[in-house]
């Protein structure tokens, strides 16, 4: 079967250029393992150009870093992992403002309440009545305002 772009009458050329534009390579690069020539991802020039900022931002570097985004997912794979409530707990959500999700999981052997602040901007806490006693177990202490991106996970 023949591109459509060749049957309407495109050169090979102008079919191969018009489909470079949408094609979703523009948006991906190699994985950045670490800041090598080639971040890691391979020993020779990949077909995907390697992003500028893999000397600071790659696996290596996120692995010796504790505030990471790799080890901030590493924790909540490991919450999970390690909580038969969070895997089959019933689920409860608060009633909160747009931009804030909160919601709580609970079984018989304990109640887990997360609250997000989905918002670029600072907004009013939720009252969570809930959270009495509660030990915060992974983000920051739930205060009058939440900052933007706020999260945190509770325990009780």
Same mark, same amino acid.
């Given at each position: 079967?023949?591109?459509?772009?060749?049957?309407?009458?495109?050169?090979?050329?102008?079919?191969?250029?018009?489909?470079?534009?949408?094609?979703?390579?523009?948006?991906?690069?190699?994985?950045?393992?670490?800041?090598?020539?080639?971040?890691?991802?391979?020993?020779?020039?990949?077909?995907?150009?390697?992003?500028?900022?893999?000397?600071?931002?790659?696996?290596?570097?996120?692995?010796?870093?504790?505030?990471?985004?790799?080890?901030? $997912?590493?924790?909540?794979?490991?919450?999970?992992?390690?909580?038969?409530?969070?895997?089959?707990?019933?689920?409860?959500?608060?009633?909160?403002?747009?931009?804030?999700?909160?919601?709580?999981?609970?079984?018989?052997?304990?109640? $887990?309440?997360?609250?997000?602040?989905?918002?670029?901007?600072?907004?009013?806490?939720?009252?969570?009545?809930?959270?009495?006693?509660?030990?915060?177990?992974?983000?920051?202490?739930?205060?009058?305002?939440?900052?933007?991106? $706020?999260?945190?996970?509770?325990?009780?």
């Amino acid at each position: 079967m023949l591109s459509p772009w060749l049957e309407h009458g495109l050169s090979n050329d102008e079919a191969l250029a018009l489909v470079s534009k949408a094609s979703r390579d523009n948006s991906r690069t190699p994985m950045q393992w670490d800041d090598s020539t080639f971040a890691g991802f391979s020993e020779i020039t990949p077909w995907l150009k390697v992003n500028e900022n893999k000397n600071r931002i790659n696996v290596k570097a996120q692995q010796q870093d504790d505030e990471s985004i790799l080890r901030f $997912y590493q924790q909540l794979i490991e919450l999970r992992l390690s909580s038969e409530t969070l895997k089959t707990g019933t689920t409860a959500l608060y009633d909160t403002d747009d931009g804030i999700v909160a919601y709580q999981r609970e079984s018989d052997s304990s109640t $887990y309440s997360v609250i997000v602040n989905l918002s670029p901007a600072r907004v009013s806490a939720p009252n969570l009545d809930e959270l009495q006693g509660a030990k915060l177990i992974l983000g920051e202490e739930l205060s009058e305002e939440l900052p933007p991106y $706020y999260f945190a996970v509770y325990k009780s």
